[in-house]
């Protein structure tokens, strides 16, 4: 009956599954937006090859938030520790020139005395102020190739070379020049520190925090357990605020489905009351009901959220989505519950409708 | 014979506002176990109210309804239904099929209602189709049936689950005079070779001639038996 039921309204029954799949769609990809972006950044920060960062006391974990208030000195004194075999001051900004990503002002032999080098893909290294290099996927998503010019921080940059992705941001710069576009003459916004015996950070971790006791010293195991969403501001109130309105347009829609069959199956539901069908055999039929829609919608949606993933990739490579299967099953049951809700006040109604009066409706 | 049906002083009365429409004015009425009996009346005499007190659909003002030994009055709404769906099979003038299964599922439907679920054996819902001739029918939904063959179907929904007592609301209101005999002469046969006990309401005198016993009813009152 339930299936037949769905059957006999295609239309409706096809809206509310594409409802519930909107709503799991949105839940899935905004999460998993959100959770791939801090993932991507933490990812591709550890990707520096530093064993630990130095950052000031009161700034963000999220590089590019932090500005750049730190002296370049600094670097000149964590190099005479003894634990310390490596330190590339890095100068981190944002830009929004082609979607926000950031750039890394680098020293390029400190850089890559710390991580061992980029990885050239086209093109050449660092060499004039004006010259930048750019990360494969940046260069992928924005169709450039090595020898072009770009606009970035209202500057003409040529891009020296592409080089593999993964080693902090997207595009690199030589320190001096960024400091000067800037106009921070002298400042970083952190250092990426190599420890003088691999696998052992905690005597560097103890030295530089003699050193420089009013600064943030971390290693990156550390650094990698902060960057979650829950550990960034805002993100999760984003997170909420984004799953409430899924669950507001999931709930509302199946709300008015039932609400409208309900109302349209007045006469059937005398028809089963008569036969003896008692409140909670009603209100079961339609949560039933429900229930298939709504696993409808689910499977709907995790299959859209998985296409919709590949086509972003496809289309803006700097955005990663990370699907997890924690947050799958989450959406299913958020999905799962807000239809329920949505579908218990009609079921309610339907399981109080007196027989005589619902035999009478024409 | 056992007593079935046992009516006494049965009021009911409507409220509309302030306004009070009383429908049943002090009916009594005794049924046996096993009779085919008739109330006749024209539209707005009561009989409809009544029959629907009787199969516990709506309750009575004041009065004692007794059915198969259990006081309406004094059961709530759950009991009621449960009465419903263990002692009674309704049948109603528009069919009141559900339009969305076929005529197989509306009968497998009265089984699962009455928590027999498949329980109600095939040779049983077999020889119920057989008795209404339904055999070849059972694959329709009600859209795709006559007027006969629907109340076929519906009579065959009522009496699946073997209940005490059927009540028929104006069975033939709506059918022709060929497929009102029809289905008048399948409830007799239900009556005569499985003593199903039937109280029909009609407003036609003639279809009240099936039955073994008339009662007439006018304005909220049993005139004669």
Redesign the interface.
């Given at each position: 009956?339930i299936v037949?039921?769905l059957?006999?309204r295609p239309v409706r029954t096809a809206l509310s599954v594409t409802a519930v799949a909107v709503e799991v769609v949105l839940i899935i990809l905004v999460v998993g937006l959100t959770h791939g972006m801090v993932q991507d950044t933490a990812l591709r920060t550890q990707g520096v090859g530093a064993d630990i960062m130095v950052q000031p006391q009161t700034t963000s974990i999220l590089l590019g938030l932090s500005g750049s208030p730190m002296p370049i000195q600094i670097a000149d004194r964590l190099r005479e520790l003894s634990q310390v075999k490596a330190v590339a001051p890095v100068m981190v900004q944002a830009s929004s020139s082609g979607g926000v990503t950031l750039i890394y002002g680098i020293e390029k032999k400190s850089f890559d005395a710390v991580g061992g080098g980029f990885r050239f893909l086209e093109g050449h290294d660092l060499g004039a102020s004006e010259e930048v290099l750019v990360d494969d996927i940046y260069a992928r998503a924005n169709h450039i190739r090595a020898g072009q010019t770009i606009q970035l921080l209202n500057q003409s940059l040529r891009v020296a070379g592409v080089v593999e992705h993964g080693k902090g941001a997207r595009i690199f710069m030589q320190l001096d020049a960024l400091q000067d576009l800037m106009g921070s003459i002298g400042k970083v916004s952190v250092f990426f520190v190599k420890g003088a015996n691999p696998g052992q950070t905690a005597p560097a971790l103890e030295q530089i925090r003699q050193v420089l006791p009013n600064y943030q010293v971390r290693d990156m195991q550390e650094f990698m357990s902060l960057m979650t969403a829950s550990n960034l501001p805002g993100l999760n109130n984003f997170i909420t605020v984004m799953i409430g309105l899924a669950v507001a347009i999931g709930l509302l829609v199946i709300f008015v489905t039932m609400y409208s069959a309900i109302a349209e199956r007045t006469?059937?539901i005398?028809?089963?009351?008569?036969?003896?069908?008692?409140?909670k055999?009603v209100i079961n039929i339609v949560l039933r009901e429900t229930t298939i829609l709504t696993l409808l919608g689910i499977g709907m949606g995790i299959g859209l959220s998985y296409l919709i993933r590949i086509l972003i990739g496809v289309i803006f490579p700097t955005l990663p989505i990370l699907i997890t299967g924690d947050w799958l099953l989450r959406a299913c049951l958020i999905a799962l519950a807000a239809s329920l809700v949505g579908a218990s006040y009609p079921a309610f109604r339907a399981s109080r409708q007196?027989?005589?009066q619902a035999?009478a409706y024409e | 014979m056992s007593e079935i049906i046992q009516v006494v002083s049965l009021h009911k009365i409507f409220r509309a506002g302030k306004m009070e429409v009383p429908a049943l004015r002090g009916v009594n009425l005794r049924v046996e176990e096993g009779e085919f009996i008739s109330i006749v009346g024209p539209s707005g005499c009561g009989k409809s109210t009544l029959l629907h007190i009787i199969g516990g659909l709506t309750s009575p003002t004041t009065g004692r309804v007794i059915v198969d030994g259990m006081e309406l009055g004094r059961m709530n709404d759950a009991q009621r239904t449960e009465m419903r769906r263990q002692k009674i099979g309704f049948v109603f003038q528009r069919f009141n099929l559900l339009p969305t299964l076929t005529a197989f599922g509306n009968i497998a439907m009265a089984s699962h209602i009455a928590g027999r679920g498949n329980g109600t054996s095939r040779t049983e819902m077999q020889a119920v189709v057989r008795l209404l001739g339904l055999e070849d029918r059972l694959r329709h939904r009600p859209a795709e049936l006559s007027g006969g063959e629907q109340q076929r179907v519906a009579i065959a929904r009522a009496v699946v689950n073997h209940p005490k007592l059927l009540l028929a609301d104006e069975p033939t209101g709506n059918l022709d005079t060929t497929n009102s005999e029809v289905v008048l002469n399948m409830l007799l046969e239900l009556n005569h070779n499985f003593g199903q006990t039937i109280l029909l309401i009609t407003h036609n005198p003639e279809v009240a001639t099936f039955t073994d016993r008339i009662v007439n009813m006018r304005d909220g009152h049993i005139l004669e038996n």
């Open positions: 009956m037949a039921n059957l006999m006469r059937e005398g028809i089963l009351k008569s036969m003896g069908a008692s409140k055999c007196d027989p005589i035999l | -």
